[in-house]
């Protein structure tokens, strides 16, 4: 029998690593030797580096394409959708995924859900276990679930509020339990990899890419939360990347659309932005993500970091003595493409220090752009093997190579259970914080008018309003809304007991202080809900009363609904500063009020 390329690789190896990981089959092992007949020959010992087997057994090739993590389009591994073969085709240079990893044997793929679907348990584990069939050495299988903001997995899975509700609570117990849960979940669906947690500390509150990922302004909060997930998410079953690296949690440029600058001294990086990094990698943080942004004080060069050798290897590997994965952010990114081209940045980045590359814009051309490199010189073979070695041992670490397929029909039944589900509607409960309030709150029933900020949140808003005994009605005036749309809910309140404005983002001048101002000069009294950053707060003044939910995620709209009824007290309290409009401290990180 002719034996298949990912027999040959992974055969040897694996059951080397059973013998060296487990116990109970080293003791199989040593019964089976003690039965041999006498006069047979002893039983050579298994190699105790299975890892350095796997890549002695790797081609050039082969280890490249370790090196990249990329997504692929479709619902299924072999998918022959028309639009979907040709996205493949463009940006891969094959049909589908099967083919993909048969054909380049990369290190990973990441889920996007317009990319995949990911609606259905089933489905994806579907998808999963195709994938790690076509694939000579298991996949990582990722995606970004960090919850609130940043979903790619929706329902039916457990819908968690995200990093800053959890930094609200201030409940790392309950951080841990959440990643865990998460964990479990992406497991069950055959994912092995979530880019999570958000490590920055939202100290800019203009900061228009992290915001409500992070845990929170006070780097001690961030550090304790993000170690707290990173060990949820590991006992959950899947590798953790805390990121972004240095730092992310201090710009007013979003690294997807340019490049950042962090102007913070290295001793304010010291205090600011290094603590949580250093306690996730004591925590045993699996990756750390590289930032898209400049940081003079850490290289003068004003090299991305992720292109950065002082940064991604005098920095994190030598100073803070991480030795686990370093991966790029998606290198599709403005911030990363401003200077170097695409054939390029891949190199650089290897060279600077990282071992995976994330989504490169064209694959066929970063993946020659590095085998060319190696055939000059400008990267050797040794340092290609650094990085590969690191990207295997994690997935041996993380079993991915002895179990890399999962049960699909167990999927559904393992996500979005009930426990899971009332454990996030706990957190959401316990993060509600209410900011001010002139006794509007808590109103026990009457004819309740939700407008303001989404369609979806305005309409699930009023929904759980109406679970709780309100007469509720959501009114859309759009995330802008124009003098016809304010005049029109100006118009829907009149009568009302209680008008709730939801708000995200607002900014001075933002046409949602507007609605509000509007809806004031009205006889029903206005209760703000802010579903994004409690920075909302500084720019409506005059609001009966204020509340920050951080999240529009379902739990926590039902949260928001429980909290205005008065079925739960408020005891939320700030992960964060509000500044003034003046530019004075409004509400304090701490400040959070309650009904008794």
Avoid: C
Wanted: hydrophobic content about 45%; proline content about 6%; charged content about 20%.
């Amino acid at each position: 029998m002719k034996l298949s390329r990912k027999t040959v690789l992974l055969s040897s190896v694996t059951a080397a690593f059973a013998v060296v990981g487990g116990g109970a089959v080293i003791a199989e092992a040593t019964a089976d030797r003690e039965d041999e007949p006498e006069g047979d020959e002893p039983v050579e010992e298994t190699t105790a580096d299975p890892v350095g087997e796997l890549l002695a057994s790797m081609s050039l090739e082969d280890k490249v394409g370790q090196l990249f993590m990329v997504y692929v389009h479709g619902e299924s591994a072999d998918t022959d959708d028309p639009d979907a073969v040709a996205s493949n085709r463009e940006r891969l240079g094959a049909d589908n995924g099967a083919a993909f990893v048969a054909a380049y044997r990369p290190g990973g793929v990441i889920y996007f859900d317009w990319a995949n679907g990911l609606t259905d348990p089933e489905q994806i584990a579907r998808l999963s276990n195709g994938l790690q069939d076509a694939s000579a050495v298991p996949l990582l299988i990722a995606t970004d679930q960090e919850y609130g903001s940043v979903v790619r997995i929706g329902e039916p899975a457990t819908q968690f509020p995200g990093a800053m509700p959890l930094g609200a609570t201030r409940d790392t117990g309950a951080a841990e339990e959440a990643a865990r849960i998460a964990g479990s979940e992406l497991r069950a669906m055959g994912l092995n990899h979530n880019f999570a947690p958000d490590a920055d500390v939202n100290v800019d509150p203009g900061n228009p890419v992290i915001g409500v990922r992070s845990f929170g302004s006070d780097p001690d909060l961030v550090a304790d939360f993000a170690a707290a997930q990173v060990r949820g998410y590991q006992a959950g079953g899947v590798a953790v990347s805390a990121k972004h690296f240095p730092g992310h949690g201090d710009t007013s440029t979003d690294s997807h659309v340019g490049l950042p600058v962090i102007t913070h001294t290295a001793e304010e990086w010291e205090a600011v932005d290094a603590p949580p990094f250093k306690a996730a990698i004591a925590a045993g943080t699996d990756m750390v993500m590289s930032a898209h942004l400049q940081f003079p004080a850490l290289d003068d060069s004003l090299k991305p970091a992720t292109l950065s050798p002082p940064i991604l290897t005098g920095l994190l590997r030598e100073r803070l003595g991480f030795t686990g994965v370093v991966v790029t952010d998606a290198l599709d990114m403005q911030g990363v493409r401003t200077e170097f081209g695409d054939d390029r940045v891949p190199v650089l980045a290897l060279l600077a220090g990282a071992d995976l590359l994330l989504m490169p814009p064209d694959f066929p051309l970063a993946h020659q752009a590095v085998l060319d490199a190696v055939g000059s010189g400008e990267l050797t073979e040794e340092r290609i093997d650094e990085s590969v070695r690191r990207i295997l041992t994690l997935k041996h670490s993380r079993g991915i190579v002895d179990t890399p397929e999962v049960d699909e029909g167990a999927a559904a039944g393992a996500v979005g259970t009930d426990a899971n589900r009332a454990a996030a509607q706990d957190i959401a409960d316990r993060s509600i914080t209410l900011l001010a309030n002139d006794g509007t709150l808590p109103l026990a029933s009457g004819s309740v008018l939700v407008t303001g900020w989404g369609e979806n949140t305005t309409r699930i808003l009023a929904s759980a309003l109406s679970a709780n005994g309100f007469q509720a009605e959501a009114h859309v005036t759009g995330d802008e809304p124009d003098a016809d749309a304010i005049a029109s809910a100006t118009a829907a309140a009149a009568g009302r007991d209680l008008v709730v404005v939801a708000t995200r983002n607002v900014r001075a001048g933002s046409p949602q202080a507007d609605l509000v101002a509007a809806l004031l000069e009205g006889a029903a009294p206005v209760v703000t809900a802010a579903v994004g950053t409690p920075y909302d707060a500084a720019h409506l003044p005059g609001a009966n009363a204020s509340l920050a939910a951080y999240s529009y995620a379902a739990p926590s709209l039902a949260a928001l609904a429980k909290v205005i009824a008065g079925a739960v007290e408020p005891t939320g309290t700030l992960p964060v500063d509000v500044p003034g409009a003046s530019g004075d401290v409004l509400y304090p990180f701490g400040h959070g009020l309650g009904y008794r």
